[in-house]
Structure formats: structure tokens, C-alpha cells
């Protein structure tokens, strides 16, 4: 049995990621929220709502709703402003967690020293918070898979940063450096690897409740993507991310990497930055992934669609 907290800011992408650790029988402990991609509170709500479809009930703690240090921005018109689009849903009986996110991760790492995992599919806000209230969350937490970043420096909220890093770049550089042991998955890698629209309309035939619920729920964010960053398809960065954290199969090339975070405020605010030839002489801190298993990636995605 393996052990997660996933860290979210509740989005159509994080909702489905939560999914797929549930349908591959992982332990979730805990799912932490973190400021992000749209209103803090329907972060929060969202995460609530969307383990009520599934009828499970796991503790959601309310994390940090601001970066470290800078200011930030959300996104509702990437994800919609309810985060699945413009509608906005709440839960109709489940409460978050009186409990913060920093004390859950540390508490959790705690009880389940060398076999807890942290999927961040987020800002690094409250992973940061944790290590530094307690140093001993980064030899307690086996793994850290983080959605973040760029290797060419083809950005998403910038020219060269990637939303998740480029809100809170210097939580980020807290947890790159503080000993993790770290698998980065980069936004300019997954955008390689879309649902297309020959899927989407295969997916759409789909008459499984789930299957309907993923059209409903990326139908915006699939419009957004196409019309605004040019991607010809869906792109899945958590979800990917997620699949990579739960088969090794996923991932078709990766290197162990020097990485460090830009956290000025300035042009390239956010960027990772690649040691890729060694030059600073720095042990390697995160293996990088730079090539997926599309059709791996997709059989995963059908095998959730299939749930229920």
C-alpha cells in the first residue's frame, strides 16, 4: 500500500489526478490546498465536491492562500472561474479540516516516515511551510513528485516560467534545495503529449459516468488551451505527473539534474534553471523527465474513464 498527500489548487486537471490515485487503490492521507489556479475558497470546495461524486470521504486541509513572499495572480480565465469551467459548485455535506496543511504534512510524515509521497500538482507553498517548521519532512517524505517547471524555457505564465513555479518561486527554491528526493514532470514536456481531438471524440463516446463527467469538466480548459497556447489538444500536466508517481512505464527518458529556481522579481521570475552540463559542480537534485509513453499515459486515463 502506498501512502500520498496530494497538494492541490483544485482545478479540472487536480480533481481528475485525486481520481486516478483512488482508482489505482493508493492510500490518500490527507489532500492539502494551496493558492493557485483559482479562488482560494473554491479551491477548497472543489476538493470537497469532487470526493463527494466519487463518495469517498478524506481529510481536506486548508493550506496556505498566498505565496512566501510575492504577489501572485489566479487564473480563472485558464480553468474557468469555478476551476471545471465557469460553473461553480459546492459540496453539499462534507467540511474541510479545521487542522492547517503544514501541521497535517507534518504530522502525516510523522506516522508514515520513508513511505510517505507528496504529489504536488500545485505551488510549493505548503510543502515549504512543513520543512520549515520541521527539517526532518524532507528525510521522512520518500518522494516528492512536483508538476512544475520548464526544460526549454517555453512558460506558460510567462515567456519562460511555468504557472506553479512562477507563483511561488522561492517556496520552490526552498524545496529544491532542501534534500527531497524529487521527480520534476515539466509544462513544456506534457504539452508533447495532448489528448487529441480523434481521443476526445473517442472519449466523448464513452458512456460511463465518469468518462461524461471528464468532458463536462475540461471542456474549457481544452477550448482555452487550443485557441490561447496553441496546444492541439488537452493538455494533462497533473494528470501526467500523476500517472508517472504511479508507473514507472510512463516515463520513456529522464536525467538526474542540478535544479535551481529564478526567484527575483523580474523578467524570467520562476524560470528552473538546468544545470545540464555540470557546470556548478552541484550533486544532481531532481530527476528531470523529458519524454513520455503517450499510449501508456492514455491507457491510464480510459482504465480511470472506466471506473464507474
Known sequence: MRHFIID????????MSLFMLLRNNIDVQGITIVEGNISYEQEINNALWSLEFVGKDIPVYPGSD??????????????GKGGIGDEVV?????????KKA???IVEIADRYAGELEFLAISPLTNLALAYLKDKSVAEKIKKVWIMGGTVWGRGNITPVAEYNIWVDPDSAKIVFNAGFDITMVPWDVIVNYPITDEEWEQIKTMKTKMAQF?????????????EKEKIKGTPHPDLITTSVALNRNVVLKSERQYVD????????????VIDYLGIWGKEPNAEIIYEI??????????DLLNWF
Request: net charge positive; charged share 30%.
Open 8 to 15: 492541490c489548487d483544485t482545478a479540472e486537471d487536480d480533481i
Open 66 to 79: 498566498r505565496p512566501l513572499v510575492k504577489q501572485f495572480r489566479s487564473v480563472p480565465e485558464v480553468h
Open 90 to 98: 459546492k459540496p453539499s455535506r462534507l467540511k474541510p479540516q479545521n
Open 102 to 104: 503544514v501541521d497535517a
Open 214 to 226: 471528464y468532458v463536462k469538466i475540461y471542456a474549457h480548459y481544452r477550448k482555452y488551451s487550443m
Open 261 to 272: 529556481i529564478e526567484n527575483c522579481d523580474c523578467l524570467t521570475r520562476g524560470m528552473t
Open 293 to 302: 509513453n503517450k499510449k501508456e499515459f492514455y491507457s491510464m486515463l480510459i
